[in-house]
């Protein structure tokens, strides 16, 4: 059974930096894809970034220039660097990984941008 177990969330001032980690476990090979996405209070979950086995990487419009997405594929962990924080980066950040048309989830670590 697949589980994505994600690290590094918390309360950190505008401006500063946060590295989040998610670690696989129960997969036999690499996912096609792993990545990010987060959800805000009263909001739609969005895309912050993905990035394939291939290492092509996609990131959301409001994260752009500012994160990182990269991923370890011999041990199936994804990270994230997020630099640059702002108020607006406060959500839960879900590590997301697919793969043989499943897609999985993690719990969700929860980031606080403080102004």
């Known amino acids: 059974q697949v589980q994505l177990v994600e690290s590094g969330g918390g309360l950190v001032q505008a401006g500063r930096s946060l590295r989040l980690s998610c670690a696989a476990s129960g997969m036999i090979g690499s996912f096609n894809v792993m990545g990010w996405y987060r959800q805000a209070p009263g909001k739609q979950r969005e895309l912050v970034a993905t990035?394939?086995?291939?290492?092509?990487?996609n990131y959301g419009d409001s994260v752009k220039g500012r994160f990182t997405v990269s991923r370890d594929s011999a041990t199936n962990t994804v990270f994230l660097q997020m630099n640059s924080l702002n108020p607006e980066d406060t959500a839960v950040y879900y590590c997301?990984?697919?793969?043989?048309?499943?897609?999985?989830w993690g719990q969700g670590t929860q980031v606080f941008v403080s102004s």
């Open positions: 997301y990984a697919y793969h043989s048309f499943r897609a999985y």
């Open positions: 990035i394939t086995s291939g290492g092509s990487t």
